[in-house]
């Protein structure tokens, strides 16, 4: 389960039906990052909600690039907070090895949260989730580090509606799916 959790994407996939998974193939495009490449610049402007299909992204404040706040992994979103509040991301993002993603465009996927309500209704709750999930995991390593004992952090992240478990096994076959039929 604790691999399952922190694929973000999931969270997505898990609450969109297929037409929404078709729009997405149709509408994204796949990218392709060099290791060492910048994916997303601190303080710019972000034009895409990004998928990582494979390979792994550093999360670095740009006055301290030695520290790495996070790692992202295949089947993570990146972007997403970036997208739901409109401003400039609050961090680096840099590819650690060659990274395959997949480019949702902002404005595409603007206009169709606008016009499919339907859709809508399903990303931002994914949105939601994922969002969810990240606080749970912050709240987890802040307790991590004041000797919380592992047990009951163990016991916290089965915390999650079995519902929600279940359509991320789900969301698994539809990311792999996704992954097969994004287009160049």
């Given at each position: 389960?604790?691999?399952?959790?922190r694929?973000?994407?999931?969270?997505i996939?898990?609450?969109l039906?297929?037409?929404d998974?078709d729009w997405?193939?149709?509408?994204?495009?796949?990218?392709v990052?060099?290791?060492?490449?910048?994916?997303i610049?601190?303080?710019?402007q972000?034009d895409a909600l990004?998928?990582?299909?494979?390979?792994?992204?550093?999360?670095?404040?740009?006055?301290?690039?030695t520290k790495?706040?996070?790692?992202?992994?295949?089947?993570?979103?990146?972007?997403?907070?970036?997208?739901i509040?409109?401003?400039?991301?609050?961090?680096?993002?840099?590819?650690?090895?060659?990274?395959h993603?997949?480019?949702i465009?902002?404005?595409?996927l603007?206009i169709k949260?606008?016009?499919?309500?339907?859709?809508?209704?399903?990303?931002?709750?994914g949105?939601?989730?994922?969002?969810?999930?990240?606080?749970?995991?912050?709240?987890?390593?802040?307790?991590?580090?004041?000797?919380?004992e592992?047990?009951q952090?163990?016991?916290?992240?089965?915390?999650?509606?079995?519902n929600v478990?279940?359509?991320?096994?789900?969301?698994?076959?539809?990311?792999?799916?996704l992954?097969?039929?994004?287009?160049?």
């Amino acid at each position: 389960m604790a691999e399952t959790s922190r694929k973000k994407a999931l969270f997505i996939l898990s609450q969109l039906n297929n037409d929404d998974i078709d729009w997405i193939v149709q509408k994204g495009k796949k990218e392709v990052l060099d290791a060492g490449a910048i994916l997303i610049h601190e303080g710019r402007q972000i034009d895409a909600l990004y998928i990582v299909l494979k390979g792994s992204l550093s999360v670095l404040i740009e006055a301290d690039q030695t520290k790495e706040l996070a790692k992202i992994a295949s089947g993570e979103l990146v972007g997403e907070v970036s997208f739901i509040d409109t401003r400039p991301p609050l961090a680096t993002v840099k590819a650690m090895e060659e990274t395959h993603l997949l480019a949702i465009p902002r404005r595409q996927l603007v206009i169709k949260l606008q016009h499919d309500m339907g859709f809508a209704s399903r990303f931002y709750y994914g949105i939601s989730l994922c969002l969810a999930d990240r606080m749970r995991g912050t709240i987890r390593h802040i307790e991590y580090g004041r000797n919380i004992e592992l047990e009951q952090r163990e016991l916290d992240r089965e915390d999650i509606n079995p519902n929600v478990i279940e359509n991320l096994a789900l969301a698994q076959a539809k990311f792999n799916w996704l992954m097969e039929n994004i287009r160049a």
